[in-house]
């Protein structure tokens, strides 16, 4: 017979049992009761497992299907799985302990790394100790544990750095590749730069796992890794909402635990403009929500910068323009068009820069002078994207100013005009910078500098490739991030709709394939603050984070989600409230800390 508890989980089971003591005992009129009420249960549970399924852009989606999850164990035990999951990966199947008293990081580069050392005193912790400021819930230890199993122990882990590490700043084409070979007693981590090292270093922390007892096991294997994209990036909105910096450190250090390398700090946007600018100091005055509380300095930016160098991750700012602009406008109204009636009047309203008056040009000039002093990796986004034209068209210097240029009313190439003298500016500014704008300037038909990056958003599905193939096809390199955008929330498991989508996946030769450089996963900020950034983007961003890394053929969703829950229970055991997978629990449940954010260490 079914106990009470699995007729609770399954009520059609109660109803059959009834309905076979109906059939015993020749109760006609039970029968026909108990035989609508089966027909309506299993019509339930039927629509239970299609609301499972979840549609978008005109795609259907399997959503985990309840009863074939919870067949798996509950709480997944970690035993050293890796996620991103390297590209050539070797278990040795031997198990060696690793304790606190007797191991340490060495490395056979005898000049000063400070990437380095303070890598090593990172993961020493992240291995052993809690990350300074936050609580978690520990097991108690038997000394005894320490023992080495018939296999051995790791004593040491070697590291060989083939290229100097002197004030190395991460690129486009930084080298991120490491073998990493786990042995008794000394093990190996040899890349050929500093950033492959950070790579290596968190592979080999997350091989070490921890048994009921308290012991510590590491996993014997030997890796042999390297990125799949080399541009890896999270987007991040401060204008919608502002964020502390402690929160965006405290994500950019989850980010290099899956191994993202780029920041695309979307800083300021129509709603606010919280960067300071020391040259245009009125604009932050004027445009943040608050000039004093609500405003992000230098000192904020440079710290940042920094705190990501260590980790490897580039910080790449965007400025948007054209449009977007209308809290430029607070600070600097003559930057932006101003809005006319049916009789070509002002009405008070401004939007987007005014390509028609040179000074808007001179004001460029000055802004993106001092932005290249503050942000020196050699890319900027400089936006582009949701142009609207019905402020150009209203206004009638804009009217004259295009039929002095010959394109009368043809705002694409208006919109082309303002782009080419905007990169060009950018170009003079810093001749090595290079630019990324959104797909929209391609979308509108404007030519643009051939060196140019573009990121495509716009759509999903079929639609989406054919964007992809239509930008790569007019010679552009390419990010993709289309199908990331981790602000669109849904029922269920939509961690495994963003792992399958690849930025491969159109129609295109190998040449366009070999232009598409990597992708986003983008958190825009219209409902997402401080309170909420970390747990709505962790772990599905995960799941973009392997599909940027590992191989193609990695794309088995029913093989990743005890990685990917075994790895989210790995990011609550080093103090993140990042979201649960689906049901279970974790060896570690995250604990509420105690006020003092654990990024506020600028190690």
């Known amino acids: 017979t079914q106990s009470t508890w699995e007729y609770g989980k399954e009520p059609h089971l109660l109803l059959v049992t009834l309905f076979s003591y109906s059939v015993l005992n020749m109760n006609l009129k039970h029968l026909l009761v108990i035989s609508l009420l089966i027909a309506v249960t299993l019509a339930s549970r039927e629509k239970r497992n299609a609301f499972e399924r979840t549609e978008e852009n005109g795609e259907v989606y399997d959503v985990k299907n309840i009863d074939e999850f919870t067949a798996t164990p509950l709480m997944v035990p970690d035993h050293g799985q890796v996620w991103p999951q390297p590209q050539n990966y070797n278990d040795n199947a031997i198990r060696l302990t690793i304790g606190p008293g007797n191991f340490k990081f060495s490395s056979s580069y005898y000049q000063p790394c400070t990437?380095?050392?303070?890598?090593?005193?990172?993961?020493?912790?992240?291995?052993?100790?809690?990350?300074p400021g936050v609580q978690r819930v520990k097991r108690p230890r038997r000394e005894s544990s320490w023992e080495a199993t018939p296999d051995g122990a790791v004593n040491t882990l070697m590291l060989l750095i083939k290229k100097p590490c002197t004030d190395e700043v991460p690129s486009l084409e930084m080298d991120e590749s490491y073998t990493?070979?786990?042995?008794?007693?000394?093990?190996?981590?040899?890349?050929?730069?500093?950033?492959?090292?950070?790579?290596?270093?968190?592979?080999?922390?997350?091989?070490?796992?921890?048994?009921?007892?308290?012991q510590l096991l590491i996993n014997g294997s030997t890796t042999v890794d390297k990125p799949r994209f080399k541009h890896r990036g999270i987007l991040l909105d401060t204008s919608r909402h502002i964020l502390p910096m402690s929160?965006?450190?405290?994500?950019?250090?989850?980010?290099?635990?899956?191994?993202?390398?780029?920041?695309?700090?979307?800083?300021?946007?129509?709603?606010?403009?919280?960067?300071?600018?020391?040259?245009?100091?009125?604009?932050?005055?004027?445009?943040?929500?608050?000039?004093i509380t609500h405003i992000i300095t230098?000192?904020?930016?440079?710290?940042?910068?920094?705190?990501?160098?260590?980790?490897?991750?580039?910080?790449?700012?965007?400025?948007?323009?054209?449009?977007?602009?209308?809290?430029?406008?607070?600070?600097?109204?003559?930057?932006?068009?101003a809005c006319c009636d049916a009789?070509?009047?002002?009405?008070?309203?401004?939007?987007?820069?005014?390509?028609?008056?040179?000074?808007?040009?001179?004001?460029?000039?000055?802004?993106?002078?001092?932005?290249?002093?503050?942000?020196?990796?050699?890319?900027?986004?400089?936006?582009?994207?949701?142009?609207?034209?019905?402020?150009?068209?209203?206004?009638?210097?804009?009217?004259k100013f295009m039929k002095q240029k010959g394109f009368p009313g043809n705002y694409a190439k208006l919109e082309e005009y303002y782009e080419n003298r905007l990169l060009s500016i950018v170009s003079k500014v810093t001749p090595a910078r290079k630019y990324i704008i959104w797909q929209d300037v391609i979308d509108n038909n404007c030519t643009v500098q051939?060196?140019?990056?573009?990121?495509?958003?716009?759509?999903?599905?079929?639609?989406?490739?054919?964007?992809?193939?239509?930008?790569?096809?007019?010679?552009?390199?390419?990010?993709?991030?289309?199908?990331?955008?981790?602000?669109?929330?849904?029922?269920?498991?939509?961690?495994?709709?963003?792992?399958?989508?690849?930025?491969?996946?159109?129609?295109?030769?190998?040449?366009?394939?070999n232009l598409v450089i990597g992708g986003e996963a983008c958190l825009w900020g219209e409902l997402v603050d401080a309170?909420?950034?970390?747990?709505?983007?962790?772990?599905?961003?995960?799941?973009?984070?392997?599909?940027?890394?590992?191989?193609?053929?990695?794309?088995?969703?029913?093989?990743?989600?005890?990685?990917?829950?075994?790895?989210?229970?790995?990011?609550?055991?080093?103090?993140?409230?990042?979201?649960?997978?689906?049901?279970?629990?974790?060896p570690y449940e995250y604990q509420p800390r105690d006020g003092t954010a654990w990024a506020d260490n600028s190690n």
């Open 115 to 131: 990437i380095l050392e303070l890598a090593f005193q990172r993961y020493y912790n992240y291995i052993f100790n809690s990350p």
């Open 180 to 214: 990493l070979m786990v042995k008794p007693n000394s093990s190996s981590l040899v890349a050929l730069e500093v950033w492959g090292a950070l790579r290596g270093l968190e592979t080999f922390s997350q091989l070490v796992y921890e048994l009921p007892s308290g």
């Open 247 to 291: 929160t965006i450190k405290e994500n950019l250090e989850i980010m290099s635990w899956n191994k993202f390398n780029v920041f695309h700090w979307h800083i300021v946007d129509m709603q606010a403009f919280p960067y300071q600018s020391y040259v245009f100091p009125q604009m932050s005055a004027k445009g943040a929500y608050d000039p």
């Open 298 to 337: 230098r000192e904020d930016i440079r710290d940042v910068i920094e705190f990501a160098r260590l980790r490897g991750i580039r910080v790449i700012p965007e400025f948007d323009t054209p449009g977007h602009t209308e809290s430029w406008g607070k600070g600097i109204p003559e930057f932006l068009t």
């Open 343 to 399: 009789k070509g009047k002002p009405t008070g309203f401004r939007q987007n820069a005014d390509p028609s008056q040179e000074s808007t040009f001179e004001f460029l000039t000055k802004f993106f002078t001092e932005v290249a002093t503050v942000f020196p990796d050699d890319f900027i986004h400089l936006g582009g994207d949701e142009v609207s034209w019905s402020c150009w068209t209203s206004n009638p210097n804009i009217t």
């Open 450 to 513: 051939a060196d140019a990056v573009v990121q495509a958003w716009i759509g999903g599905g079929p639609g989406f490739q054919k964007e992809v193939a239509k930008i790569t096809a007019l010679g552009y390199q390419t990010l993709v991030s289309g199908f990331w955008y981790l602000d669109y929330i849904s029922y269920g498991q939509d961690w495994m709709r963003y792992y399958t989508q690849d930025p491969h996946n159109f129609n295109g030769t190998a040449a366009q394939k």
């Open 531 to 586: 309170t909420n950034l970390t747990p709505r983007l962790w772990p599905r961003a995960s799941a973009v984070a392997e599909r940027l890394w590992s191989n193609q053929s990695v794309n088995d969703t029913a093989a990743a989600a005890s990685r990917l829950v075994a790895h989210r229970c790995r990011m609550l055991r080093r103090g993140v409230a990042a979201e649960p997978v689906y049901i279970g629990a974790c």
